[in-house]
């Protein structure tokens, strides 16, 4: 069955330091995969799309990649700060497939 | 511009009560999702619509039901309630064929069955 899985440990770095969160999945080749960002007792909010072609892509302090052989994305955070502690989630998505199915989410931790 | 609003925030229920979570989204959306979150754990779709009239089963859609007769509403009811169905509940829309476009999520409702 198609599996995502993201690592259930939170992650604990310092302030400014690069924070590298993992997106693995199985059983199925996603066209895209989606990266959200929640905040305890918030709804998600939507951060990048990356598409399958694109191997990399870079938002301000955010970079993520997509290896279709490896079936793993990474989401890093360069320059890390106490304000981006929160839960990412990633969101592999099927060509044509409109149900979004989401892992279970990396709880990221900075501190000062 | 509200985006997607839920309602209510907090509810409790009895088991075997009824109740509807309603959601609504002003940003003419086509696709809408019901998700259910249960502490320390992902996203659960529950139900899906890609548009008035049409609607689909997501992972876990057993108790619940919706519908969607208009493109701003998408209503979930829980059909007599259990304590497993404690949990938070997500509304969210896309604007494009959900495959590419980025949901937006409302702040959820929190339900708690007892």
Redesign the interface.
């Known amino acids: 069955s198609q599996k995502i899985e ?1 690592n259930s440990e939170a992650l604990n770095i310092q302030e400014g330091k690069t924070a590298t969160l993992t997106c693995n999945y199985t059983n199925y080749s996603p ?2 995969l ?1 990266w ?1 960002r929640q905040d305890p ?6 951060l990048l ?1 990356i598409r399958e072609n694109e191997k990399e892509k870079r938002k301000e302090r955010l970079k993520v990649t997509f290896d279709t052989t490896l079936k793993q994305s990474l989401f890093h955070i360069t320059a890390s700060q106490p304000a981006d502690s929160a839960t990412y ?1 990633c969101a592999p ?13 990396t709880r990221l931790l900075v501190s000062p | 511009n509200a985006g ?1 609003t839920q309602t209510p925030k907090f509810r409790i229920l009895k088991i075997g009560q009824s109740m509807t979570l309603q959601c609504t989204q002003d940003m003419n959306h086509n ?1 809408m ?1 019901w ?1 259910r979150q249960d502490p320390g ?3 659960k ?1 529950i139900y ?1 619509s ?1 548009g008035a009239g049409i609607t ?1 089963k ?2 876990v859609p057993n108790g619940y039901n919706v519908s969607r007769s208009t493109t701003e509403d998408f209503p979930l009811r829980l059909e007599l309630a259990a304590p497993s169905q404690t949990s938070v509940y ?1 509304c ?1 829309s ?1 604007y494009s ?4 476009g ?7 409702s929190r339900l708690t069955v007892l």
Request: proline letters at 2%; hydrophobic letters at 40%.
């Open positions: 993201q066209a895209y989606q959200y007792g918030r709804g998600p909010v939507f799309l989630l998505i099927l060509t044509g497939f409109q149900k979004l199915v989401f892992g279970t989410g | 997607v696709y999702y998700y754990m992902g996203l779709l899906y890609v689909d997501g992972e997500f969210a896309s064929s959900g495959n590419t980025e949901l937006f999520f409302g702040e959820g």
